[in-house]
């Protein structure tokens, strides 16, 4: 491992890693604004803005991950282990970025499970209102089943009552 001067670029790629999960929680809270106003508009730009926050994310996670390697010689190596490969504690500053970074993280992950919970009701709100829309206990009966009160088929039928009539 390098001397803690060489973690300077890892903690700013941390930081700006932070910095985006914080802008995707603020999306994914707009999203979960738009749903409870029933506001459509606002609920497809809250999609683009979470669309743009992942993408940003993941090249943030990318150049990250050159970071690592480029210290570590691999750039897969979770920041959970950063010590392993070190004789000594990492620097204070790099400790600071990854527990923030990771309270983004948890924070983002709640935010996803909320949001999903709430698209889900939604959802689920929205079909039983066309069902109930679409369907009524007082109108005709949508199948061809008899109707009550209609007359036995094995009764005779076709019987005339009166014959002036």
């Avoid at 683009?48 to 010689?73: C, F, P």
């Avoid at 924070?107 to 909320?114: A, E, M």
């Amino acid at each position: 491992m390098r001397s803690p001067g060489a973690f300077g670029p890892l903690v700013g790629a941390i930081r700006r890693e932070t910095a985006l999960a914080l802008e995707l929680r603020a999306a994914l809270a707009e999203q979960r604004g738009a749903i409870a106003a029933n506001d459509s508009d606002r609920l497809i730009a809250s999609l683009g803005a979470v669309e743009r926050a992942l993408l940003t994310l993941s090249e943030a996670r990318a150049l990250r991950a050159e970071i690592v390697g480029s210290l570590t010689g691999d750039p897969k190596l979770p920041l959970g282990q950063l010590e392993s490969l070190r004789r000594e504690p990492l620097p204070l500053a790099v400790e600071d970025a990854r527990r923030e970074l990771k309270r983004a993280a948890t924070g983002v992950k709640d935010d996803v499970r909320l949001n999903q919970a709430i698209l889900a009701r939604a959802v689920e709100n929205g079909e039983a209102f066309l069902q109930a829309l679409f369907t009524s206990a007082l109108g005709p009966s949508p199948t061809y089943a008899e109707a009550e009160g209609a007359p036995d088929p094995g009764a005779r039928s076709g019987m005339i009552l009166n014959r002036r009539a």
